[in-house]
């Protein structure tokens, strides 16, 4: 199985802050990563798809990078709605596997 | 609008089966495949499987196979996931996915989830 992990597990920002949430993966997945937002009621929301494609109705302050074994989720400018829970999935082989998670939290 | 409503969750004794259903709505439900993603208390995301449109194919992890069934009605819009032989770490809630299959395995909508819990 692919291992997913997320860094960091708790990211404490700002209003209006530039954030930055990484995934590693335990073998290439070339570009196969996918991110979803979880809210606090559990309620998830796709917002990227294969690295970098924005999800239609996601806002463009948020975006996807990387390659390989690496990649990243930023979010340019912090709002209200951003506090939430972030997760990473890789879909390059079965079984389709998800990172642990990343807290973004109102610092 | 696409909804995606599961049901069916409850208590279940170690040893025991439930059957989780999920009524999907505001799309052609048997154009897309569909999938079961479960999330344990205070933990992360586990892909549980997959079925393709007509639901002659089906995908499992290993964690579950053997164990669980994936299927679907198709005149009824419904996903079914059959659990037997439960155990404590079944523990979770069960969210029913729609999958982008063009675009790999990207779950472009999710049900609100129902919670089971396994429990003597």
């Known amino acids: 199985d692919i291992q997913m992990t997320q860094s960091p597990s708790s990211l404490p920002a700002s209003l209006g802050e530039r954030v930055t949430i990484s995934c590693r993966a335990s073998?290439?997945?070339?570009?196969?990563l996918n991110w979803y937002q979880q809210k606090p009621d559990g309620t998830i929301k796709p917002l990227i798809y294969?690295?970098?494609n924005l999800q239609s109705g996601v806002p463009s302050r948020f975006s996807g990078s990387g390659s390989g074994t690496d990649y990243s989720l930023t979010i340019s400018s912090l709002e209200p709605e951003d506090f939430a829970m972030y997760y990473c999935q890789q879909d390059a082989s079965f079984p389709l596997t998800f990172g642990s998670g990343t807290k973004l939290e109102i610092k | 609008e696409v909804q995606l409503v599961e049901s069916g969750g409850s208590l279940v004794q170690p040893g025991g089966s439930l059957k989780l259903s999920c009524v999907a709505s505001g799309f052609t439900f048997s154009n897309y495949w569909m999938d079961w993603v479960r999330q344990t208390p205070g933990k992360s995301l586990e892909w549980i499987g997959e079925?393709?449109?007509?639901?002659?194919?089906?995908n499992y992890a290993p964690s579950i196979k053997d164990r669980f069934t994936i299927s679907r009605d198709n005149a009824k819009s419904t996903l079914y996931l059959q659990m037997s032989n439960v155990k404590s770490d079944d523990t979770a809630i069960y969210y029913c996915t729609r999958i982008r299959r063009e675009l790999g395995h990207y779950f472009d909508y999710w049900g609100q989830g129902v919670m089971v819990t396994v429990s003597s």
């Open positions: 079925i393709n449109t007509d639901g002659s194919k089906t």
């Open positions: 073998q290439g997945i070339s570009n196969n």
């Open positions: 294969y690295t970098s």
